[in-house]
């Protein structure tokens, strides 16, 4: 029988209203480059630029800070984006023909997205009964008139519709069909043939009457849309591509599918123009790829730029993703790493000017955006404030470092500046600069540190929405590579004709896989950092404001200590350079500590204060004394059975003889857990037992769940050595006077606690004597289960994490308390467990695999200051699911606090990138470019907080709708949360600061439920996808039907509200 353990009723009012001002969920912002752009604009008033991607987003960025979103209905690929300059209005082109305007509407100071109106082009319309093929009526292109109330619809068919803007209705009897372009034609042009779809439509720049129409065909047409006919003709025979008005509107520019392009003259006469004055193939004479677009801009100082992409000689670089920019006789080939999506100039359109006189151009391609300073001699680069491409190399792992000091922020950002001296001009040259960021100034600055498969690691200011990049350290350089070979083979070929110039910073491609950053740790107070990789190096760097030239120092530790039966079947380890190495300004390596076998490290922490660094892998963890040079300590924790951990990531080796037995047991468990099932006979009658016991419990009752029954994991499951977490700790291990402790936990649920003999510093001094380090193993604890180990954490006297390094030493957080008693939290994948100190006896526990039925995957401690109250603040336990969800639970009591949904479980690698903050913040992928951020804090919230000056038509009649859904992640599959509506039917939100200032660590108050504390920690955890991880997703019964239905789930909404 089942038995229920009944509490007290209800809840405590007092404590849930806390919890509304301590906790709340937002989706604030996404960091990145948009994930598979497919459309670019620019409104040259506003200085605002839009992208759409294919998966029906739209994001919009105006200066630093400024940024929209939203996100269409139907999860299709935006093909076209229009702005209607000045107005803050969007006209979107989905690839299903449906049309969609967007506004920029301002509430309560601050402006959001909506979508306003929907246009799908009918069939045929006119005509009752009659209906064309759909894709006569598919349209190619559209043109916002000069008037900005009227667009123009270029067709599959041929035919040109003309649209209402302010209404999305189309005007009566303005139709353009083919047939009335081919009267105008001469017979012997004709020929039977069909016009083609339309390629171009250009307006005027001075008369908003005329349309340059483009036909597949070749056709060129000037049609006066007042009078209703064909102004002037001309008779091109190539296939069109792309057209483009002169600024006099004397000169029209066309390009075509061979790869040339040709000018043409306005004559004013009325006979049809049948050459074009200049006609040429510019990477000829050999077979060339098609133009796709050609822009023409003329300057004052003299000259004019011809700007297009594509063109390339089809055999040669047929491959290659170029723009050309053409000016007298200078000509640069720039050549990017993916696809070119689209590009515009900025420049002047006034009608009064006379002259373009180009200042930048933006091209948007696949994987980055990349500006160019047309004002500037030899056009460099302008490095971007954001959008700047996160996966320029794929992210192997994350860190997030909060309240970095002033001076540690300042030589980083000095390091970046001798690193890219363009980063210095970049605010200045920005083209890109409309809106005001109406956010505070962050009171205290954040780092996200991300490292790379090609060994290098980035750093980024991620105190504000915008994402900004300070600095990236390379690790190659230490290494011999075969990267300077190759390097000088392309640079060799690429001197001739044409003139390549590489552009952009993405680079998907590594020289060496082994280079792959594993693990980082930063030290903020010491500006030291570990950096490990996949190979099993571990470097310790230190950062210098100057260049130097140093040789690094070289360790070994050997993991399996001389163990039978373990033969390494991986890769190599990376060979060093040796002798003194040139390092620029930035972090520069001291010491390199090479881990045999040489497989990629698991878990790594650092000790700046005693000099210490602890790292571990899929055999042991090692101990490293890098004041000394010297090794302290080496475990290895491989199973006997555990011959999996010796085939590495990179190797292709498997046992069939272990494959065989592994799934030969499988089968029997699964025979004798089948029988189990047939003996139990009762289980029906218990069932309804329990429905029975349900319906007769009063419902305003709480009772405590029925646990699930958890299986211990066995003892040979493979990998089971491998090191999860590492964790330093000055607390109570052997006896009642404490000391230096370094813990470890494995994928088997063992935890190593080892006493550390460290030579105390000199008072006043920074380093400790020379001495050596001595480590001692005080206690070994095994969880019952053998669940892996995700973080450890020990708690003070007053139930408070431990601070960092030197944050006691120098006044930084309050001292911890040495006189109580202290406990240890051992967080595994299935429970989270407090044992007290020195005894190691079980204290308080929760079982969230038992209780929840979910796994965890990121754990890390986290302080949350109340809404109402200045100086009153809790840390508690934050912990992400294998299902995707967060859990908030107090500290040291372990009581369930607020539980939210935040990653679908279908997306493992999100899961698995997931980085919790200090505050209550959080980052995650959303695809390989962008980091969704997101708040677990009522109180520290970054989100979008911004203004931007438009004017809209006094006659502009818009649809508005009633709901205002807040977008939480516009790539992929969002979920939706509905916004209050004030009584205009427009949104009214409860707007926060986009930084709040941080509580000072000393001023928060220890009262709390259970005892709430004024230091946190951030545990580090494994980024890695787990066998588990995989398992999850493979056997989830609801995977695929969710992944089927997924858009059908979501609330639909057409309004976007950005706070």
């Not at 353009?176 to 083609?196: I, M, Q, T």
Request: aromatic share 8%; glycine share 8%.
């Amino acid at each position: 029988m089942m038995k229920f353990r009944f509490r007290r009723q209800g809840a405590d009012p007092q404590r849930e209203k806390l919890k509304q001002e301590l906790f709340a969920f937002h989706k604030t912002v996404e960091h990145g480059f948009p994930n598979q752009p497919s459309a670019l604009a620019f409104d040259p008033e506003l200085r605002i630029m839009a992208i759409g991607t294919r998966s029906g987003a739209v994001k919009i960025y105006g200066a630093p800070g400024v940024e929209f979103t939203g996100l269409h209905r139907d999860a299709a690929t935006v093909t076209q984006m229009h702005f209607l300059p000045g107005q803050g209005r969007l006209l979107t082109l989905l690839d299903d023909s449906s049309l969609h305007l967007w506004e920029i509407v301002h509430h309560n100071g601050c402006a959001h997205l909506e979508e306003a109106l929907s246009f799908q082009l009918p069939s045929r319309p006119g005509f009752d009964g009659a209906s064309t093929p759909s894709s006569l009526t598919r349209i190619t292109v559209v043109l916002l008139m000069a008037a900005g109330n009227t667009a123009a619809l270029g067709t599959e068919g041929g035919s040109i519709y003309f649209l209402d803007v302010t209404t999305l209705t189309l005007l009566e009897r303005q139709t353009l069909s083919p047939d009335e372009v081919l009267r105008s034609v001469p017979d012997d042009y004709r020929c039977g043939k069909a016009l083609g779809p339309v390629e171009s439509l250009q307006g005027h720049l001075r008369d908003p009457t005329k349309i340059l129409i483009g036909y597949s065909r070749g056709l060129l047409v000037i049609w006066n849309q007042a009078a209703q006919c064909v102004d002037h003709i001309f008779l091109g025979n190539q296939q069109l591509e792309s057209l483009c008005w002169g600024r006099n509107s004397g000169t029209i520019i066309s390009s075509h599918s061979d790869g040339s392009y040709a000018i043409w003259p306005m004559d004013t006469g009325g006979s049809p123009t049948l050459q074009p004055s200049i006609a040429t193939i510019p990477y000829g004479p050999f077979p060339c790829k098609a133009i796709n677009k050609i822009l023409w801009r003329n300057c004052e100082s003299g000259g004019h730029f011809i700007i297009f992409s594509g063109g390339m000689p089809r055999a040669s670089y047929g491959d290659r993703h170029c723009v050309s920019v053409l000016r007298a006789e200078t000509l640069v080939t720039l050549d990017f790493t993916s696809r070119i999506i689209d590009f515009f100039t900025v420049h002047s359109t006034r009608p009064e000017d006379e002259f373009d006189d180009p200042q930048a151009l933006a091209v948007l391609l696949e994987e980055e955006l990349v500006v160019l300073d047309l004002q500037t001699p030899g056009w460099p680069s302008v490095p971007a404030p954001y959008l700047a491409p996160l996966h320029s190399s794929a992210i192997t792992c994350s860190a997030h470092v909060a309240n970095v000091p002033a001076k540690l922020w300042a030589r980083i950002v000095s390091a970046g500046e001798q690193q890219s001296p363009q980063l210095i001009s970049s605010a200045s040259s920005w083209p890109i600069t409309g809106g005001r960021n109406l956010a505070q100034e962050p009171s205290q600055r954040g780092l996200l540190l991300t490292g790379h498969e090609d060994g290098t690691v980035r750093f980024w200011d991620a105190s504000g929405v915008a994402l900004r990049p300070l600095y990236k350290l390379s690790t190659a350089g230490l290494f011999q590579t075969d990267c300077e070979h190759t390097d000088s083979l392309g640079q060799a070929a690429e001197d001739d004709w044409p003139p390549f110039r590489k552009v952009g910073c993405f680079d998907p491609y590594s020289d060496d896989p082994r280079l792959g950053v594993q693990k980082v740790a930063l030290c903020k107070y010491t500006a030291q950092m570990v950096v490990a990789g996949t190979a099993g190096q571990v470097l310790v760097l230190e950062l210098s404001d100057v260049p130097t030239e140093q040789a690094v120092s070289v360790a070994s530790i050997d993991l399996l200590q001389d163990r039978e039966g373990f033969t390494w079947k991986g890769h190599e380890r990376l060979s060093p350079r040796t002798g003194p190495l040139p390092w620029p300004a930035g972090f520069q390596p001291r010491v390199l500590v090479q881990c045999l076998p040489p497989a990629a490290v698991t878990a790594v922490t650092l000790h700046a204060e005693w000099s210490l660094v602890a790292f571990g892998t899929s055999h042991g963890f090692g101990l490293f004394d890098y004041q000394r040079k010297s090794p302290v300590l080496a475990r290895c924790t491989l199973h006997p059975n555990d011959s999996l951990a010796m085939e590495g990531p990179l190797s292709r080796v498997k046992s069939l003889k272990k494959s065989l037995r592994q799934s030969f047991r499988r089968i029997r468990k699964s025979r004798v857990s089948g029988k189990k099932r047939v003996a139990n006979a009762n289980s029906k009658l218990q069932e309804a037992n329990a429905q029975l016991a349900e319906q007769a419990c009063p419902h305003d009752v709480e009772m405590t769940p029925v646990q699930r029954r958890i299986e211990p994991r066995s003892a040979d499951d493979s990998l089971s050595g491998v090191v999860r977490c590492l964790y330093f700790a000055d607390t109570f291990l052997r006896d009642a006077h404490h000391g230096p402790t370094m813990w470890a936990g494995t994928n088997s649920g063992s935890v190593f606690a080892y006493a550390l003999e460290v030579p105390a510093a000199v008072a006043g001094g920074e380093k400790r004597p020379e001495r050596a380090v001595e480590a001692v193993l005080g206690k070994e604890v095994q969880l019952m289960h053998r669940a892996p180990v995700v973080a450890i954490a020990v708690l003070d006297g007053r139930g408070r994490p431990l601070p960092e390094p030197y944050e006691a030493s120098r006044d930084l957080a309050q001292a911890p308390d040495m006189q109580g008693g202290h406990a240890v939290l051992i967080a595994s994948e299935e429970q989270f467990k407090v044992f007290t100190l020195p005894k190691v006896s079980a204290k308080t526990k929760f079982k969230l695999t038992a209780h929840e039925g979910c796994r965890v995957r990121k754990v890390a401690l986290a302080t949350f200051a109340s809404v109402a109250c200045e100086d009153y603040a809790e840390t508690c336990l934050a912990c992400l699911t294998n299902l995707g969800d967060v859990h908030v639970f107090s500290v040291p009591g372990l009581r369930p606090q607020v539980q939210y949904s935040c990653i679908r479980k279908e997306d493992i690698s999100g899961i698995a990138s997931c980085v919790f903050t200090r505050h209550g913040q959080g980052f995650y992928l959303i695809s390989p470019s962008e980091f969704e951020r997101f708040s677990l804090s009522a109180r520290n919230i970054t989100e979008p907080l911004c203004s931007l000056d438009i004017s809209w038509p006094r006659d502009a009649t818009r649809a508005r709708v009633q709901e205002s859904p807040k977008l939480s992640q516009a790539n992929g599959n969002p979920s939706i949360i509905l916004a209050p509506q004030s009584r205009d039917g427009s949104p009214d939100p409860t707007l926060k600061g986009a930084d709040t200032p941080e509580l000072p660590e000393s001023t928060l108050s220890p009262m709390s439920i259970d005892s709430a504390t004024s230091a946190d920690t951030t545990l580090d955890t494994t980024g890695d996808v787990t066998v588990e991880d995989v398992k999850d997703f493979l056997g989830s019964e609801e995977s695929e039907r969710n992944l089927r239905n997924l858009t059908e789930d979501e609330a639909p909404t057409c309004t976007i509200l950005i706070k």
